[in-house]
């Protein structure tokens, strides 16, 4: 399976924000157990945030995943290197639901992993939400391990 990474257009880029905003509050609303209008509030000021100039902010990597067999934009891939660490960190990837199943997280993560090493960055690391454990296992099929463990309780 041959994929690549491809950057996006404005108006592409808009259109991810517009699903990943109201997901990502989803996400922490569910994870941390946060009122809902509070949770969109909180991820939009992360993105306003984390992405000053849109998809051309430096340090921030905003891209399609692009299948080379079928010439077709199946995911979106967001990350970051910070260089002080010499880390790459995965905030966000996104397979489309009818090319799940089929090896394509795990060809976007052999691949970053790849591109990462021939920059020079010598590790990666990235955060799963309690309510994703197939994110969970992919991750550590690939070699990942936990460092931390976050817990909550509603009451």
């Known amino acids: 399976m041959k994929i690549e990474m491809q950057p996006m257009s404005e108006e592409e880029f808009d259109q991810f924000m517009a699903f990943l905003i109201p997901d990502y509050a989803k996400d922490l609303s569910e994870n941390y157990m946060i009122p809902e209008d509070a949770a969109m509030e909180e991820s939009r000021a992360l993105m306003a945030k984390l992405f000053l100039n849109k998809q051309n902010t430096e340090g921030q990597s905003v891209c399609h995943v692009v299948s080379m067999e079928e010439d077709k934009v199946v995911g979106s891939l967001w990350y970051n290197i910070e260089p002080s660490t ?13 090319y799940r199943k089929q090896g394509m997280a795990t060809a976007v993560l052999q691949k970053l992993e790849e591109d990462m090493r021939n920059r020079g960055v010598t590790s990666m690391g990235l955060n799963v939400f309690g309510t994703n454990p197939h994110a969970y296992e992919l991750y550590e099929k690939m070699g990942y391990r936990v460092q931390s463990t976050s817990m909550g309780k509603r009451i």
Not at 86 to 98: F, P, R, S, V, W
């Open 86 to 98: 010499n880390k790459a960190y995965i905030y966000h990837i996104l397979i489309g639901e009818e």
